[in-house]
């Protein structure tokens, strides 16, 4: 890491969560590296009985449970979880694998990322992630693959890209064999945005994101 990257400032993270967490250790597992300037400061997940604990040196993160059925209405859900997501400090959301939809308040407005197993605007949408994606990408005959970070917004997945990583789909592929490929992906690309994010590098005109 350089002497500038030293001196700066970790960028507080708030990471949400829906599966079993392998990106919050893959994140975890940087940042114990020295190789992405972030800080978690945060862990939400919507199911907790599938979190997993995500160590950096002898610090533990322990989800943070909050479920979409245990209130009134998305609305009310995300502002929940918004609000403690403000109260850890956390200047960036990280979504990683969430699979409810989060109402963006304006003060989050290109302060939440989402990373999805597809090439985008291709084969995404409502419906679409995990092995849906893999197996819509095989179907269509498509040769490349890969995976997209993007700037979350109200809708699915429409907002501005900030990276993207390709990976090639074999002739025998299966959706299970392209899905470990993409996730293989997905690790380098997570970290690689989120660390733009650290450097104050993100800009954004319109739909498009130009890297400063």
């Given at each position: 890491m350089t002497d500038q990257a030293s001196a700066r400032q970790p960028l507080p993270i708030a990471v949400l969560v829906s599966g079993g967490g392998r990106t919050i250790q893959n994140l975890a597992d940087r940042i114990e590296a020295g190789t992405l300037d972030a800080e978690i400061v945060c862990v939400v997940s919507s199911q907790p009985k599938r979190y997993k604990v995500?160590?950096?040196?002898?610090?533990?993160?322990?989800?943070?449970?909050?479920?979409?059925?245990?209130?009134?209405?998305?609305?009310?859900?995300?502002?929940?979880?918004?609000?403690?997501?403000?109260?850890?400090?956390?200047?960036?959301?990280?979504?990683?694998?969430?699979?409810?939809?989060?109402?963006?308040?304006?003060?989050?407005?290109?302060?939440?990322?989402?990373?999805?197993?597809?090439?985008?605007?291709?084969?995404?949408?409502?419906?679409?992630?995990?092995?849906?994606?893999?197996?819509?990408?095989?179907?269509?005959?498509?040769?490349?693959?890969?995976?997209t970070v993007h700037i979350a917004d109200d809708e699915y997945d429409t907002g501005p890209i900030v990276v993207q990583q390709c990976v090639p789909v074999a002739e025998d592929d299966t959706p299970d064999t392209l899905a470990a490929r993409v996730f293989e992906a997905e690790c380098e690309a997570y970290p690689r945005a989120i660390q733009l994010f650290a450097e104050g590098r993100v800009h954004v005109e319109g739909n498009v994101v130009r890297i400063g």
């Amino acid at each position: 890491m350089t002497d500038q990257a030293s001196a700066r400032q970790p960028l507080p993270i708030a990471v949400l969560v829906s599966g079993g967490g392998r990106t919050i250790q893959n994140l975890a597992d940087r940042i114990e590296a020295g190789t992405l300037d972030a800080e978690i400061v945060c862990v939400v997940s919507s199911q907790p009985k599938r979190y997993k604990v995500a160590a950096i040196g002898d610090r533990t993160f322990d989800a943070i449970p909050m479920r979409l059925r245990e209130y009134a209405s998305r609305d009310e859900y995300s502002d929940a979880v918004l609000d403690v997501v403000r109260a850890s400090g956390a200047q960036l959301i990280v979504l990683a694998g969430w699979l409810n939809k989060l109402v963006i308040p304006s003060d989050f407005h290109g302060k939440v990322i989402n990373i999805h197993p597809g090439l985008l605007p291709s084969f995404g949408g409502q419906g679409m992630f995990g092995h849906h994606v893999h197996e819509a990408v095989l179907a269509s005959g498509c040769k490349v693959s890969g995976c997209t970070v993007h700037i979350a917004d109200d809708e699915y997945d429409t907002g501005p890209i900030v990276v993207q990583q390709c990976v090639p789909v074999a002739e025998d592929d299966t959706p299970d064999t392209l899905a470990a490929r993409v996730f293989e992906a997905e690790c380098e690309a997570y970290p690689r945005a989120i660390q733009l994010f650290a450097e104050g590098r993100v800009h954004v005109e319109g739909n498009v994101v130009r890297i400063g």
